[in-house]
């Protein structure tokens, strides 16, 4: 074997069908690096280059980046635990317990979803703050400040739609906490409550209601306004590195 | 008769680096061009490496947590069992502790909108982007609006009884205050106070606010919404 495993590996990036793949190629230089971001459909809403100071630790803490780590791995974790429940009374809380008792990996799988729902509503959080104390709302990025509080309610309403599912008694009067609050609004509050709930309280319409907007339609709206915040910041100027002092 | 200008023009002739420009920067609120350069470096692999360790190192403390502590799992839903307290998640908890002092249009659609609205017009005003010093101008002006302010908001934080607010909100303006105060030479912190924004305030203010609520909402909060000890059990 005189072929190196990188040699094969370099004669397979020269193949016909690896380029049609992938164009720009692999090389040592700026132009191969800049087409990877700029020829990738998603790295792309990056910019090609970006500022050296907004890449230290102190600028942004990397929490923007931690908080969409978040989501990946509710994604990665949220799709086989989908295979093992059903939105229905009252089997979703004996899928639960299947998950602990049957599923192999199963407690674990739940655990980290849970666990890194709750991280990511921490990180959004300490993400939003810490843009606003180094004042990187201002304008051009004024209007990604504005998605960003969208990210915020949509990442708060996935957690606490995802809170039902186990179909336990945490999560049961959870939920009847937190939608009791909803009739409060003023002359249409007990109808968006229904129509949120599917009834007058918590029931197994509740669920499957919950169910779906967990599992399709808030992520799908996560995702699209994930992208929109990320093409924003290439396009207000990359992540604000702060105010540049006189060299 | 001509218009007064409205910008400021500037130039940069490091021709070596990059062809002449010029610059029209109008009013303050835009970002001023302060330096010539600012080193950038390839977003592959410069950028996305950090961000690929980052996250790397998140997982594997998530996984950590993940092996260490099990997600709680109580009994089958009832509806004819309440649990008492019957809590929102940690994050509601806030509201939900307001919701003991205020009636629920106040505390669960009010205050909340309030707060989203607040959060969605920040940018959009010049004050904060300006960001000047709350105290740079009008100062004795100011000083009386926040004496006033303060007073009116204290008095009916007491008639509600909602000491977990009044009592963070008077030491914040008491910091203000001393922020203002003019002493001969100040020492740093208070420079540094003196130098923030209304909006600096104003935040700062939300998160604490918002911590404590959360705070006594999860860990000092029994049955019947009663004041409770973290270790009594009954939370």
């Known amino acids: 074997m005189a072929n190196s495993l990188a040699e094969q590996l370099a004669n397979l990036r020269d193949t016909r069908v690896w380029r049609s793949i992938f164009r720009s190629g692999f090389g040592p230089t700026n132009l191969h690096r ?12 990056s910019s090609v280059k970006i500022r050296k100071r907004s890449l230290s630790f102190r600028v942004t803490w990397f ?95 996935l957690s606490y739609t995802g809170y039902l599912l186990p179909w336990d008694q945490l999560a049961f009067w959870a939920i009847t906490v937190g939608s009791n609050l909803i009739s409060a609004v003023p002359v249409f509050g007990t109808k968006i409550r229904f129509l949120v709930l599917g009834g007058h309280t918590v029931n197994a319409n509740a669920l499957l209601r919950f169910y779906v907007l967990h599992c399709v ?31 | 008769m001509s218009e007064p200008k409205d910008f400021v023009a500037a130039m940069d002739s490091n021709s070596r680096k990059t062809p002449v420009r010029v610059a029209f920067v109008t009013r303050r609120t835009s970002p001023h061009v302060k330096a010539h350069d600012d080193d950038t470096v390839m977003t592959f692999p410069e950028g996305l490496f950090r961000a690929a360790v980052a996250v790397e190192v998140l997982a594997l403390i998530l996984v950590a947590i993940a092996l260490l502590w099990d997600a709680p799992l109580e009994g089958l839903a009832d509806p004819t069992v309440t649990p008492n307290p019957a809590k929102a998640p940690w994050y509601f908890l806030g ?36 960001a000047e010093g709350l105290w740079t101008r009008n100062r004795t002006q100011r000083l009386r609006i926040l004496a006033v302010v303060t007073a009116v908001f204290a008095v009916f934080l007491a008639v509600f009884h909602v000491y977990a607010v009044l009592i963070p909100t008077l030491l914040i303006a008491a910091s203000m205050f001393f922020s203002a105060r003019s002493t001969p030479s100040p020492g740093r912190f208070q420079v540094w106070l003196a130098s923030k924004p209304l909006s600096f305030w104003i935040m700062s203010w939300f998160l604490v606010q918002a911590a404590i609520l959360t705070l006594i909402g999860t860990f000092f909060r029994g049955p019947g919404w009663s004041l409770v000890m973290p270790w009594s059990g009954q939370i």
């Open chain 1, 34 to 45: 800049a087409l990877a971001v700029q020829q990738n459909v998603f790295l792309h809403l």
């Open chain 1, 63 to 157: 929490l923007g980046t931690l908080s969409l780590g978040t989501f990946l791995i509710l994604v990665a974790t949220g799709i086989p635990l989908m295979l093992y429940y059903h939105p229905s009374v009252p089997q979703a809380y004996a899928d639960m317990k299947d998950l602990r008792f049957a599923v192999s990996a199963g407690v674990f799988l739940r655990n980290l979803h849970r666990w890194s729902a709750h991280a990511m509503v921490l990180l959004v959080f300490a993400h939003l703050f810490k843009v606003f104390y180094r004042g990187a709302y201002r304008p051009p990025r004024e209007f990604n400040w504005v998605i960003g509080v969208v990210l915020l309610m949509l990442t708060l309403f």
């Open chain 1, 217 to 247: 339609v808030l992520p799908l709206a996560a995702a699209i306004f994930v992208a929109i915040h990320f093409w924003r910041i290439r396009k207000d100027g990359g992540i604000y590195s702060g105010e540049i002092k006189k060299p």
């Open chain 2, 95 to 130: 509201l939900q502790e307001l919701l003991h002092y205020f009636p629920p249009v106040v505390a669960g659609v009010l205050i909340p909108t309030l707060v989203i609205l607040g959060l969605i017009v920040i940018p959009y005003f010049k004050i904060n982007i300006e």
